[in-house]
């Protein structure tokens, strides 16, 4: 693959942080590899590739990385990847690459441990780990002891898909938890436990969420797909999957302004290389301020002495 030279002491299975009174600590779920053009828009390749070089297929790696959080309900995981269930081409397709039970694992947790299970959005490379297909072809939840939050409006999206959405959502993630009981609705802008909060960045879907952790005196945001990665961070680069973009466009103004001023630490899910950074407005627009690689190599050391 070509692809910068990096140091792999920041390819994370998994970087811990504190927000406020939280422990938080990202899981790398996987990764997948997905068109480059797709994945910038409108961006001319030129452009795009210096930040993220494409393999001989034009495609680009992506982590499907996850959050969790310790609280007093219990652990909270925020998106899970794209699950085990699919056929080995659609894997192949995509490039993917599933790891959540081992970075579980090597946290030291069991799906049983997650308490809570909050989607962002229900995209098959967010919301995939949901459930499990048993031996006997059932499906099943694949955290049995959690609850499942998602946005009404997002489900009723996906249950409801045309020729452009149907490729994104695969009801065997998310019906059969409905049916079971294990789903609780939200709506909008809303409070889901004490300092966990959804945070509306509609454009990727009409009713796409991020996540806000408020710890008191210090604030995380888990992007989603609003800023897969931080080479998006210019305001018009915004992916081509994106069925609202002109809404991606004013969803990222927002935030970014929100996260410049209350230095807020921006968690990106899709980005291979840099797991979360804060940001500033500079003279052309909001810039990355990259953590020190040392800072993440000393808490993936840290981690390893636990």
């Known amino acids: 693959m070509n692809q910068p030279a990096v140091n792999e002491s920041v390819?994370?299975?998994?970087?811990?942080?504190?927000?406020?009174?939280?422990?938080?600590?990202?899981?790398r779920a996987g990764e997948q590899w997905l068109d480059g053009g797709a994945m910038f828009g409108i961006i001319p390749r030129p452009l795009w590739e210096k930040k993220i070089p494409p393999d001989e297929k034009h495609r680009i790696p992506l982590a499907m990385r996850c959050l969790l959080v310790e609280h007093d309900v219990g652990l909270v995981l925020v998106d899970n990847g794209a699950g085990t269930k699919e056929a080995q081409k659609f894997y192949d397709i995509y490039g993917i690459d599933v790891q959540l039970d081992a970075v579980l694992h090597s946290a030291g947790y069991r799906r049983e441990d997650v308490a809570l299970v909050i989607n962002?959005?229900?995209?098959?490379?967010?919301?995939?780990?949901n459930t499990v297909k048993a031996d006997d072809g059932s499906i099943r939840p694949a955290f049995p002891n959690a609850r499942y939050v998602m946005d009404r409006g997002?489900?009723?999206?996906?249950?409801?898909?045309?020729?452009?959405t149907a490729g994104s959502y695969f009801p065997h993630n998310f019906v059969p938890l409905v049916e079971q009981g294990l789903v609780d609705f939200v709506e909008g802008e809303q409070e889901i436990v004490p300092g966990i909060s959804m945070?509306?960045?509609?454009g990727h879907t009409p009713h796409h969420?991020?996540?806000?952790?408020d710890g008191g005196g210090a604030r995380a945001l888990f992007l989603a797909d609003v800023m897969p990665t931080a080479a998006h961070l210019p305001l018009p680069w915004i992916?081509?999957?994106?069925v609202e973009p002109l809404v991606t466009l004013e969803s990222k103004r927002r935030l970014l302004r929100e996260a410049a001023a209350e230095d807020w630490l921006l968690v990106f899910e899709h980005d291979y290389w840099q797991p979360?950074?804060?940001?500033?407005?500079?003279e052309k627009g909001y810039e990355v301020i990259r953590e020190?690689?040392?800072?993440?190599?000393?808490?993936?050391?840290?981690?390893?002495?636990e």
């Open 276 to 282: 979360a950074a804060r940001v500033r407005a500079g």
């Open 11 to 27: 390819l994370d299975a998994s970087i811990h942080f504190q927000v406020g009174r939280f422990k938080a600590r990202t899981l």
């Open 209 to 213: 969420k991020s996540v806000l952790i």
């Open 120 to 129: 962002t959005h229900l995209h098959f490379d967010h919301a995939g780990g």
């Open 239 to 242: 992916m081509g999957y994106d």
């Open 199 to 202: 945070y509306a960045t509609p």
């Open 292 to 305: 020190p690689e040392a800072t993440w190599a000393r808490e993936r050391a840290a981690e390893g002495q």
């Open 154 to 164: 997002e489900y009723h999206y996906a249950t409801h898909t045309n020729e452009r």
